[in-house]
């Protein structure tokens, strides 16, 4: 009942702050937050809103983006990509109009992948969608920020390879692949099978039907392949019935490296003492920042925080979400930078910020986030900006950093099948890429 | 061999627990002709209140009798509110009842309790048996074996229950005739109830063994979907023939992804079972052990 009682409370307050009138010249930012707070994805949708809320309340504290209010208004859509396009209809005109979307789901993602050329509106797609979007001269409204699927997994490769002593030392050894059998569960394919072949290790393949809760089979299976390592490109429940089995079967968990979406809390707390060793990928890094304790000062030591308990805060769902406030109100900034300081940007301009973030050490260090991302500059043609990420440890309680800073893969190929795939794209629909070398 | 071995046992361990879910489903099924389809619910519920509890500094052991006790007090509101309103309408208002009923309860189960994942440790441990994997090579899970056997005792009280017990056969009655059953005197109402309850206290079983094996979350729910095949071939009016259809479903599906996967690119344990029982529905529709269908032509 306790929870019944903060949800109600946070509700009301958001209510409160939202109709509480901003000082009368003030001027504002409008940002619909598409969230899902119930159904089967609400532990790591209600973390990852409240996130990027506690950010924007933090911009609102500290007086804006130059004096620019943000105002924002929530639309639960459960995950459910109909009601996720429900909610985008809805509010995209809403307090003169959106200024970026960020929804959190593949689903809805790619439903909206055609209106937002229409509406002129930039959405930002953080460690999940198409990998090729990262391509935009093709892909002009969308931004997979940070690192895509693709990039992951070079990555991962990369992560193996320092581990075992060198690229050429993964020559001939096993590593399987246990993936969640949908569309997410084959994003890793091109890449994987271009390090195996390139490099000579043997790839082994197994499928998980959604949702995985029973995989003894395919521990079986793993037990006699005896890889070397395992790739667990899970999501859901099968995550943490992943580890428990793998503990049945004695596989080591410090050679199970999960993707990001299978590298949070609610991944590892379900597995107990199962979980303990393990690794997953992660595109912010586990660990205290600054940021973190400006919210946790500013907010939650005023009751002002968004979260429904203090047990999530800090989380690696909600600090995604302040990340992805970050990254919403940095290209804010960098769009007034060009368009006019301390006024409100338009949809348009927004996506010019997109394409012109550089959050060097020195900026990230400004934020209090050095450390939390890797540094990242986005243009007209690369909407990732980075292609990064950490290997983080599940410690029994909490994640903590095991990679030595941040791990990229191979860039360049990458970049090539992002190309590729994007030019298939391009052809499919008749769309014809921007020339970046004419875009200011 | 070994292989082959291990992954039989596997799968038949796996079954039992497949048949526990199920056996919810064959209680209400069995004594009032209804598909219940909110017993995925109310394992998730199950668990949620267990932990939820536990969570508040209760004891295990105190929280899991006073979700028993909770569990009850569900089914008297159930049979007051829904079931008793609906009695003379047609299954298929009972059976639209019940999907209602799961959504409410699992929207108001988070609501009550949050949407947080949680470990559950029953203090089994989850690990092979040493000396079994060392004398045969073959890894049984010591949680697998003791959850099976909970739920093999717990398939044999129900059974006697039923069948021995002036109540189990009042249950009996009500299911092959409500209207019969109501002109000799038997109490509608009550016998819902027990039934509600008993039902509602397996899956609080079932949730507390798949909420130790695999956490408690919202995917609780989703046990349920490996009932379904379970109940078309056992019958979805037997008892021992939920744990019969969940043994050959654990074990099938099982061999089927190891043996026949590979060949046809992997990942069919989710459909395969269903292959399983549509071909039993083709020739034994009532299930391996459920009630013949006789029609008068």
Redo the contacts between chains.
């Keep these: ?1 306790k ?2 009682y903060k ?1 109600a409370t946070v509700l009301l307050s958001a209510s409160a702050l939202l109709a509480a009138p901003a000082c009368a010249d003030q001027p504002e930012q409008y940002i619909p937050v598409l969230s899902y ?4 994805f ?2 790591n949708g ?1 973390s990852m809103f409240s996130g990027l809320i506690d950010y924007l309340n933090l911009t609102n504290a500290k007086g804006g983006i130059n004096g620019v209010r943000i105002t924002f208004e929530e639309c639960e859509t459960e995950y459910n990509t109909s009601r996720g396009v429900e909610c985008y209809e809805r509010l995209k005109d809403r307090q003169g109009g959106a200024s970026v979307i960020e929804t959190g789901s593949t689903g809805i993602a790619y439903a909206l992948l055609d209106r937002l050329p229409q509406d002129k509106l930039p959405m930002t797609t953080m460690g999940y969608g198409r990998a090729d979007a990262a391509d935009g001269r093709v892909f002009p409204w969308v931004f997979p920020l940070i690192s895509t699927y693709w990039s992951q997994a070079a990555a991962m490769v990369e992560y193996m390879a320092q581990q075992s002593g060198g690229m050429d030392r993964l020559k001939g050894k096993t590593i399987v692949d246990l993936y969640h ?1 949908s569309a997410y569960g084959k994003e890793s394919f091109p890449v994987l099978d271009h390090y195996a072949k390139e490099i000579g290790f043997n790839l082994i ?7 995985g ?2 995989q ?3 521990w ?2 793993i ?2 392949a005896k890889p070397d390592y395992v790739i667990l490109w899970g999501f ?2 099968m995550n ?2 992943a580890m ?1 089995a793998a ?4 596989y080591p968990r410090e050679k199970m490296i999960g993707s990001w979406w299978a590298g949070s ?3 590892t ?4 003492d ?1 979980a303990k060793g393990y690794l997953s990928m992660t595109f912010t890094a586990p660990g205290s920042f600054p940021v973190l304790e400006d919210i946790k000062g500013t907010l939650y030591d005023r009751g002002k925080g968004n979260l ?2 203090d ?2 805060f800090g989380s690696v769902s909600h600090v995604r979400g302040i990340v992805i406030g970050i990254l919403m109100t940095e290209a804010i900034r960098a769009a007034q930078q060009k368009y006019g300081i301390g006024r409100p940007v338009t949809a348009e301009q927004v996506r010019w910020g997109y394409e012109h973030l550089v959050l060097d050490e020195k900026r990230l260090g400004e934020i209090g986030a050095l450390g939390l991302i890797p540094p990242m500059k986005t243009s007209c043609a690369d909407h990732e900006g980075s292609g990064a990420a950490m290997v983080q440890e599940w410690d029994g309680t909490n994640f903590i950093p095991k990679s030595k800073g941040w791990v990229a893969g191979d860039r360049a190929l990458v970049r090539k099948l992002a190309e590729q795939s994007a030019a298939q794209y391009a052809a499919d629909k008749n769309i014809t890429p921007r020339d970046c070398g004419k875009e200011d | 061999m070994a ?1 082959f071995v ?2 039989l046992v ?2 038949l361990l ?1 079954g039992v627990m497949y048949g526990l879910v199920a056996l919810g489903f064959v209680l209400i099924y069995k004594a009032s002709g209804v598909f219940n389809f909110a017993q995925g619910a109310m394992v998730f519920l199950g668990a949620l209140t267990a932990t939820g509890l536990e969570q508040q500094g209760v004891p295990l052991w105190l929280a899991i009798a006073m979700t028993a006790i909770f569990t009850v007090v569900l089914a008297i509101l159930i049979e007051r509110l829904i079931l008793k309103p609906l009695l003379a309408q047609p299954p298929i208002s009972l059976f639209m009842a019940t999907l209602g009923l799961a959504f409410v309860i699992e ?1 108001l189960a ?12 029953l203090g089994i441990p ?3 048996l040493e000396w079994l994997l060392d004398s045969t090579g073959v ?1 049984v ?1 010591t ?2 074996l003791v959850a099976s056997i909970i739920a093999l005792a717990l398939i044999g009280v129900l059974s006697a229950f039923f069948s021995l017990t002036k109540t189990g056969r009042a249950l009996r009655a009500v299911a092959d005739d409500t209207k019969a059953a109501l002109s000799v005197g038997i109490p509608l109402e009550r016998v819902l109830i027990i039934v509600w309850s008993a039902a509602g206290l397996v899956a609080l079983v079932a949730g507390l063994l ?1 909420g130790a ?7 609780l729910t ?2 349920a ?2 009932a379904f095949p379970v109940l078309i071939i056992g019958g979805f009016s037997s008892i021992p023939g939920a744990f019969a259809g969940g043994l050959i479903i654990g074990a099938s ?3 089927a ?2 043996y026949i ?1 590979p060949m046809i ?7 395969f079972p269903y292959v399983l029982a549509l071909l039993f529905l083709l020739v034994r529709p009532e299930g391996l052990f459920g009630d013949r269908i006789i029609r008068r032509v």
Excluded at chain 1, 37 to 40: A, E, F, I, L, S
Excluded at chain 1, 206 to 211: F, K, L, R
Excluded at chain 2, 214 to 219: A, C, H, K, L, R
Aim: cysteine-free; glycine content about 16%.
């Design positions: 009942m929870h019944f949800l707070r119930v159904g089967p609400a532990a209600a059998d393949k197994i499928a998980i039907p959604a949702p809760i029973e003894q089979a395919q079986l299976q037990r006699q859901g429940v943490a019935a428990k503990a049945r079967v004695g809390e609610v991944d707390v379900p597995a107990g199962a429904s308990g047990a999530k | 292989f291990e992954v596997g799968g796996a929207g988070q609501a009550v309790w949050g949407n947080n994942a949680r470990a559950l440790d989850d690990v092979p890894g899970s949680f697998d798949w094996r695999n956490g408690v979350q919202y995917s989703l046990v979907l490996k599906e099982k061999l992804d190891v996967g690119g992997g990942g069919i344990e989710s459909w």
